[in-house]
Structures are given as structure tokens and as C-alpha cells.
């Protein structure tokens, strides 16, 4: 083998290796979003953090991706997953709902509400919004969340599902009203 064919050899590997690479960190849908893509991209992230698996959740995010969760700043995967492992820790029976607001682009804005109790059994509903930001491989690489906790009786309780994904059928927000 010439060195010219050697060379074409070595373009050609690098070339699969990084489409392999792109297919590994490709989290479909990718930008630019429709409203169906937007709605499907909002769903996944919901079905995810409802598994309550913080290495798992982190894996949709750039590896330097910037977030701002309530007061907090975090910085790449690594903090994610430990942000993630502490707040499943505290916030016990954790079940989310999210909805898209808005998207544009490679930008979607979601409202969401969760349901949790603490270790002392007192339940809460948390409200917020997320602004997320992707990048062309669909991996969020901003996330600006504002959040605010409503303690709720028991009985006040709208998430009562299994542990894990929402079921299809169960109601939306907008259909809870919420």
C-alpha cells in the first residue's frame, strides 16, 4: 500500500469514527423544531427525569452544558448527575408533567409541574418553566429553570400513576388545570 492510499485510509476511518461518534451523541428530535418535534422533544425529557436516573438524564446534555436550576449554577454532565442523585434523594415519589409553551428554531420554552414528597411525608407541588437551548446533535446545552414549591395536602395529589413514565392516557396540565 502507497502512502497516498495509507492516507485515504486513515481520512476515511476518521470520517466513520466520527459519524459513529455523531450517531452515539445524536438525541433525535434534532433542531430546527415543528410543533410535533417540540412536543415529542418535551415528552422524552419528561418520560426520562420521571426515571428518576441521573446518569441517564445527564446523557441528554452536552458535556459542558450550563444550567440554571432555581438559584443554582451547573456546569456539564458531571454536575448534573450529582444535582440530579441529590434532588431524587430529598424529593421522594417524584412525579412530572411538562408541556411545551413555545419553540423556535433550536429553542423550546416548556412549563411543567411536579409532585413530591419530603422525607417527613409532606407533599408539595412544584410549578416552573424551562428555556432550552440545543445543539445540532439534539443535546440541550442550556437549561434556565425558575421553580416555585406550593405545599399541598394528600388529598390535594392530581400524579397518581405508577412510579415511572406518565401514562398516555393520563391528563396533560392544561387538562388538570394546571
Not at 51 to 56: E, G, I, L, S
Amino acid at each position: 500500500m502507497n502512502s497516498i492510499q495509507s492516507s485515504e485510509n486513515i481520512d476515511h476511518d476518521r470520517r466513520q469514527l466520527s459519524a459513529i461518534k455523531g450517531q452515539l451523541m445524536s438525541r433525535p428530535p434534532l433542531p430546527p423544531f415543528t410543533a410535533e418535534t417540540a412536543a415529542q422533544k418535551a415528552r422524552l425529557a419528561e418520560d426520562a427525569w420521571n426515571t428518576r436516573d441521573p446518569a441517564r438524564v445527564a446523557q441528554a446534555y452536552t458535556a459542558d452544558s450550563i444550567w440554571r436550576n432555581r438559584a443554582e449554577f451547573i456546569h456539564g454532565r458531571a454536575e448534573i448527575e450529582k444535582f440530579l442523585a441529590r434532588k431524587w434523594n430529598r424529593e421522594l415519589d417524584y412525579r412530572l408533567i411538562k408541556e411545551v409553551w413555545t419553540f423556535r428554531e433550536n429553542r423550546i420554552a416548556v412549563r411543567f409541574a411536579y409532585e413530591w414528597h419530603d422525607d417527613s411525608g409532606s407533599w408539595f407541588r412544584s410549578y416552573g418553566n424551562e428555556n432550552w437551548e440545543f445543539d445540532a446533535e439534539g443535546l440541550m446545552r442550556r437549561r434556565i429553570a425558575s421553580i416555585n414549591d406550593l405545599p399541598i395536602k394528600d388529598s390535594e395529589r392530581k400524579y397518581h400513576w405508577p412510579l415511572g413514565r406518565r401514562p398516555d392516557d393520563h391528563p396533560s396540565l392544561s387538562d388538570l388545570g394546571l
